[in-house]
């Protein structure tokens, strides 16, 4: 398989993942087609991120349209205004604490979302004898979370029966099996990738790594849920883009890869790794910032452990990751200490007056 893609719609680009893979795109592949990121703006997208790819490409190569994944009229629009041949399916709600709060903007987005952009691509793709096109591609990014929680032994595969545990997992779960759906009952041409833990660049600051970081640099406490034991494996996000690329380019249709860092953490020895390089980058004693670590009460459902076993596509597709976990940690913590005012400028509402001024007020 060695697909051609002109014009890729991002969905979710102005989130965390979606931002890094555009900024992969654009810097570290020979992709000379156009990027037209769709994205709601949500409390957890920020087009700001990405202003200067918009001023380095201007809209022949990249285009920000705000819109809404459940609005099959906005999703039909950009489908015709700029002859889409690829879909990357980013957006999502994607906070698992904010899903046990309030599960149901996760089912409608997750769900109805996925739902109402793969009609749309049915739609878009469709022949005048019926049939879908073959030259395109709708690719769908999930979590490993889909596949419940492990022992302390064993690995997910991509043969892992599903068993999602939070209302995250479970709308995450239930638009994978939508996809995988459209692909068998009508033929569209789809592959999916399910991925471990993200870190890196860019990430909402009330993710665990950037949080940790910033609290740390604030002297604030550091908040670790139960006994700090529950295990997940770590992929720097650069590394997830080009496994989403690769298996755009080389996937057959139909397929699903497992993608991961082969880098399992407990969290409380991930922290403490954390405090060693932020401890030292800030000038701080190493102790006092340990002293500042708090056990909180454990999340509902907490899953305890999460392993991906990436062979698959290692073996098949030839994708391995590039960054260690070491030089990512360091890159990661160099990026929020050089980005401080693009932390504030969301904290602070600078940037939610730059989207209400540039794009309108956030529904
Ligand atoms: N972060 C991880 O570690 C991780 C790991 C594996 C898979 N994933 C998956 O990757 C995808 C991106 O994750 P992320 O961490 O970048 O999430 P994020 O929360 O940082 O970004 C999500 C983006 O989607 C947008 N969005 C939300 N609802 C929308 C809607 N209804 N219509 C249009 N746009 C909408 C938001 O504005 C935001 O820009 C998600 O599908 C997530 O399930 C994430």
Redesign the pocket.
Known sequence: MNRKFSNILV?????????NFIRYLFEKTGFSGRIVN?????????PASLRDIAERYGSGRYVFVR????DRAAVDQVFADYGIDAVV???????VDRSILGPK?FI???VM?SFTLLEAARSAWKLSDGRLRDDVLFHH?????VFGSLGETGYFTETTAYDPRSP?SAS?AGSDHLVRSYHHTYGLPVTIS??????GPY??PE?LIPLMILNMLEGKSLPVYGDGKNVRDWLYVED?ASAIWTIMNKAADGESYNVGGENEWENIRLLERLIEIVAKKAGKPVRAVRDTITYVRDRPGHDRRYAIDCSLIKRELGWKQSVDFEGGLERTVDWYLANLAWVDAIRSGEYQKWIEANYGRRG
Do not use: P
Not at 67 to 70: H, M, N
Not at 194 to 199: D, F, Q, V
């Open positions: 969905t979710g680009g102005a989130g965390f993942i979606g931002v769709f994205d709601a703006l949500t409390y957890a997208g920020n819109g809404d994944i459940r399916h980013f957006a999502a709600e994607s906070h903007a409608t987005t997750n979302g990014v999930s979590t490993d979370e995250y995450k399910n991925c471990s833990n993200n870190y990430q909402f993710k997830h």
